[in-house]
């Protein structure tokens, strides 16, 4: 539609009536909240939870101020629609809904104006920080809770005239300028997969703090929350198809819209330390422990999505509903979910994980939005850890069977190896994807966890029970289809 009228404060009034409308004053709204990355992910879910607040006729002083940490395209481009955008929710029985959100009211660039994003975090106003960065961006020390001081965008940032090259960096410097304005106490929201996340921050923040300027490790202590949260929802990257199809039922353009599942879920620790936003008003759920949410989420639905991502692209699948729809890969999800990843579940009921499993298959299955298996298949070597090896050390702890998890790993290694013959399309984009590749010329699986010992841990890569399991399933993966490999999994045990 060149040449069409843009999506903006101005075109809203005439958009067709069957597109949702903010019900609130815009122009009332003031940022109280500022979120670094500015996302797919969070504009189909922290934002819109924060738009139904605002559409409840709820405090006009929780608008948002999000944060692009290095491309300015999606800033610009909602500065440009004055803060507008649209999300359209696909249901797996069909229904379509369209949204336009306005909880966004000003956006930066971290990567051009580090000073400008620390001084929003200062603001009196500014009471809680939120973060989706994707689980590379917190440059843990392998799998541990601590910072990598030894990373090298960490180092430039702690020697940076302002720090600003990394989500830890830009917090540590806007806690700073906030201490140093007695600005007053905030909470710091952590969105993204990463167990126990609301400690895993405040421990990295402590980290960054002590090694730039020791007195504000000591502020954070006092003055931060950092409450764990749980997020769910499955948010495709945006494609030229949406843009079309958006632009086909508002009649202007939409630069920057969203398409994800009707589904959403958030579980947020009831820690704050300045005030919480009523997200509750759009159903998030506020609770004292998160810990069997998270689980259940990491688990159940992060570590099936990485199952169908690997096998899937193995298989030439090319979108999750795709490899779901192949029956040997469904069935193999399923029992894996039930037999293996459920029983590592603590603190939720066996009812609630059933329906929960059984909901999960069903999502997967709806092919709009269509999640690119390419998109979840990337950053394994930061996600793997998480999802898949820390259940696999407590199923074999426990005696129980693991085949069906240590199946995934194998599927992970032999999707690095097709990867760098040039057997599946690639580039294989990962934080640790030079040492990946390298590792994956070499023909002994041993020598390859070994290589990578700082990912699979210290205990797996000297486990032989793990490792012959491993090369088992990694030789059985070489030698048979995708769904040979998945059909002689047990999971029983």
Known sequence: MTGSPRLSLQTLAGLPSAVRKPGYDIDAVRPGIVHLGLGAFHRAHEAIYTEDLLDAGSDASWGITAVSMRRPDVADALSRQQGLYTVTEYDPDGSVSVRVIAAIRETLVLATAPRAVAAAIARPATRVVSLTVTEKAYYRRGSEAALDLSAQSVREDLNAAWPGGTAIGALAAGLELRRGTDAGPLSVVCCDNLPHNGAVLRRLCLDFAAAWRPDLAAWIDGNVAFPSSMVDRITPATTPQLLAETAQVLGCEDLVPIACEAFRQWVIEDDFAAGRPPWDLGGAQFVSDVRPFEEMKLRMLN?????????????????????????????????????????TVEGVPAADLEAYRRALLRRFGSPRPAHRLAQIAEDGSQKIPIRVLKPVRERMAAGGSSDGLVLIVAAWLTWQERVATGDLPGPLRDPLADRLLKAAQMPRVHDRVQALADVFGADLAADARFLERLDRWHRRLAAATPAEAVSSVGHGG
């Open 303 to 343: 570590a099936s999505h990485s199952a169908l991502a690997y096998l899937g692209l193995l298989a030439g699948s090319e979108y999750v509903h795709e490899a779901l729809a192949l029956p040997e890969l469904r069935a193999f999800v399923d029992a894996t979910m039930e037999g293996e990843l459920a029983p």
